[in-house]
């Protein structure tokens, strides 16, 4: 039987279509960072397109700032920037909005934590594919960082692997070395030493400091390769001159007790200012140890005070707790 429309159903259709049509696309409100369609933001009434200046705080509508000169561009990108993120939230978005690979892999954060936008997983993950498939690393590690986790995502180590492998094959050391650590632990694949040194090593050429430290924990201990101690305390002093703040702590660990090479606590105490410098709370709280005791410096309480003042200040809790004893 042929189908046929009558002139009212032919009415409705176009009617639909016509609707279809008036339908405005949705903007970023660049005061509350919220979608919104129309000329006026519908969650804080700030009409649309109008920007404050990240310098001056003037708002302006053209393209740059009518008191100070600033480009909207510019103060938009310095805004998302911001280490205050409700502050940030609206360039971001903005920016993300615009298709810019950074900032969709920023506005994953916010959907992720539900931090100043409603918390949503699936536009976390659509907004790191997203930035992942235009070419930028980093949206790929956290996706799969994610699906590691299995926090925010179910835990999925299958998808895991394959986003930092994606993420490998455009770069990032940091997906090298997480591709290395799998087959460490054989997390989601067999457990494969020589596979995750391969790995480890890519990841260290591509200027990972902190993969010779996983490098040299394989040597240590006879895993892909044979147990060579000495040649570990290389690897890990590669790491530390290369500037790993992780392996600095240890190497000055090393040397003020003795473990991997002779002790040597002056050498130690040289480390851990390295690692501190870098910001390594452990080290700054052995720092304010060894002012402590006396061990590979001269004792004072000043100075053990300073350290444990530093390393408090860097997160680390028991610091906080001796250094309010100390005082
Ligand atoms: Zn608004
Ligand atoms: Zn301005």
Same mark, same amino acid.
């Given at each position: ?9 032919? !009415?409705?259709?176009?009617?639909? #279509? ?33 920007? #404050? ?41 903005? !920016? @993300? ?6 900032? !969709? ?77 799998? *087959? ?14 391969? *790995? *480890?090593?890519?990841? #260290?050429?591509?200027?990972?400091? /902190? ?14 390769? /044979?147990? /060579? ?30 473990? !991997? @090479? ?62 309010? @004893?100390?005082?």
């Amino acid at each position: 039987m042929k189908k046929a429309f009558c002139l009212f159903c032919i !009415l409705l259709l176009l009617g639909t #279509a016509a609707q279809a049509d008036v339908v405005e696309d949705t903007w970023v409100c660049l005061k509350c960072g919220m979608e919104s369609s129309g000329n006026a933001c519908v969650t804080c009434n700030e009409p649309r397109g109008v920007w #404050a200046c990240v310098d001056c705080g003037t708002r302006n509508l053209s393209g740059v700032c009518s008191n100070c000169g600033k480009e909207k561009k510019a103060s938009l990108t310095q805004q998302a920037e911001d280490s205050r993120m409700l502050f940030a939230l609206p360039a971001v978005h903005y !920016l @993300a909005a615009e298709g810019d690979a950074v900032n !969709l892999t920023r506005l994953a954060r916010y959907y992720e934590k539900g931090l100043g936008l409603p918390q949503d997983a699936q536009k976390t993950v659509s907004c790191l594919r997203t930035a992942g498939e235009s070419g930028y690393a980093p949206a790929y590690v956290y996706l799969a960082r994610l699906y590691d986790a299995g926090i925010t995502l179910e835990q999925n180590y299958t998808l895991a692997f394959e986003y930092y492998r994606k993420a490998s094959e455009m770069g990032s050391a940091e997906a090298f070395w997480y591709l290395g650590s799998f *087959y460490e632990e054989g997390t989601g694949v067999q457990r494969d030493y020589e596979l995750a040194r391969d *790995y *480890y090593l890519k990841a #260290a050429e591509l200027g990972d400091a /902190d993969a010779w430290m996983s490098i040299a924990y394989l040597c240590l201990h006879g895993k892909g390769m /044979d147990a /060579d101690p000495a040649k570990a305390m290389e690897y890990y002093e590669k790491a530390a001159s290369l500037g790993s703040a992780l392996a600095c702590d240890y190497v000055g660990y090393v040397y003020m007790n003795g473990t !991997l @090479a002779p002790q040597d606590p002056a050498k130690g105490i040289e480390w851990y200012r390295k690692a501190a410098e870098l910001g390594n709370a452990r080290s700054m709280y052995a720092l304010g140890y060894a002012y402590q005791s006396g061990q590979g410096v001269e004792a004072s309480l000043e100075e053990a005070l300073r350290w444990y003042e530093k390393a408090a200040l860097a997160g680390h809790s028991n610091a906080l707790l001796v250094w309010e @004893a100390l005082r």
